[in-house]
């Protein structure tokens, strides 16, 4: 009996130990199938980022704007490192900047907008040419950039170039009609004040403004400093009268606002003094500051005009002059 139960017992260990084994196997091949399936993963994760990079690499190509006129790149940039995939609210914002920089400039560099310069007739009765209005659509260069940011490649800068909307071949007939006329006075023991009006007066005399064209005071008068002539006078800054260099010119600018206010032109700027000023009634001055505030109006009047300015010793009067033909339209 003794050996029958150490015969059993030999037995049932011996199954146990098959079992044990039989499942050795198993759990190794569990373990071979884990192992290979994590094997499998890493070349589709690798693939898929070597996928993600190629496709970003498509994405993020360079953009480079040209200019249409010299057909030469003004400016090149990445989509990726201003931030096109990462954070487009700041990529339209830095997009918005650079157009704006190219039109209108920065500290370090002119910007593409230009305002006409009119032309004039001289002293000698010669035409002097002006330049045309130049101006570099932003919301539209920002539209273009952003319409190629996905893939990059060239974009067009939108230039618009405006030129004056008259015959050169009839400037000279341009002072035949005289069709609005205003006159201020001024004291002339002002000798500062006094020379800084007759200056700038004979800035805007005989500048042509053709049908369609923008006139800007300040373009046309340009800066009022010791070096272009220009003395000091009182002048009103925050409604106090100070010292400073042009001071006078306003009466200028006021005196032709009066002479074209009876046209039929459309005022593009105009600002009011701060207080009055005595030379014009109240409401109809038209302050100007180099820089800061102009004075500008287009001709929508349907044809040319030409501005005379001529001083007195205490006045200044402003014609608006066209030719005779005009007259009967």
Not at 5 to 30: H, K, N, R, Y
Not at 69 to 83: P, Q, W, Y
Not at 195 to 215: L, W
Request: proline residues 3%; charged residues 20%.
């Amino acid at each position: 009996m003794k050996a029958i139960f150490i015969f059993m017992m030999l037995v049932l260990l011996t199954g146990c130990s098959e079992e044990s084994t039989e499942d050795a196997p198993i759990q190794q091949s569990v373990t071979e199938e884990s192992n290979q399936h994590v094997d499998v993963e890493n070349p589709q994760q690798e693939e898929a980022t070597s996928e993600e990079q190629s496709k970003t690499t498509e994405l993020t190509g360079e953009i480079n704007v040209f200019d249409p006129v010299t057909n030469s790149v003004i400016a090149t940039f990445s989509t990726t490192e201003l931030g096109y995939h990462t954070d487009y609210y700041s990529y339209v914002n830095q997009i918005k900047q650079l157009a704006k920089d190219l039109a209108q400039g920065t500290d370090s560099t002119e910007g593409y907008d230009q305002r006409m310069f009119l032309d004039k007739v001289n002293e000698n009765g010669e035409l002097i040419k002006g330049h045309p209005m130049v101006i570099l659509k932003e919301s539209e260069l920002v539209e273009r950039i952003l319409e190629i940011s996905p893939n990059g490649g060239n974009v067009e800068l939108p230039i618009y170039i405006t030129e004056t909307g008259y015959d050169r071949s009839e400037f000279d007939s341009l002072e035949e009609v005289i069709i609005a006329s205003y006159t201020t006075y001024f004291k002339a023991s002002d000798v500062g004040r006094t020379h800084n009006i007759r200056q700038s007066s004979d800035a805007i005399s005989k500048v042509i403004v053709g049908n369609g064209d923008y006139f800007s005071f300040n373009t046309m008068v340009g800066p009022r400093t010791k070096e272009t002539g220009y003395q000091e006078a009182l002048e009103i800054v925050n409604g106090e009268f100070v010292l400073g260099i042009g001071g006078g010119i306003c009466q200028t600018s006021s005196t032709l606002f009066n002479a074209v206010d009876q046209l039929s032109v459309e005022y593009v700027e105009w600002h009011h003094h701060s207080r009055d000023i005595g030379y014009v009634p109240k409401g109809r001055d038209a302050t100007v500051s180099y820089g800061t505030l102009d004075f500008r109006f287009h001709n929508t009047t349907g044809f040319p005009f030409m501005i005379i300015s001529t001083t007195t010793e205490n006045s200044i009067t402003i014609e608006i002059r066209t030719s005779e033909h005009y007259t009967y339209h």
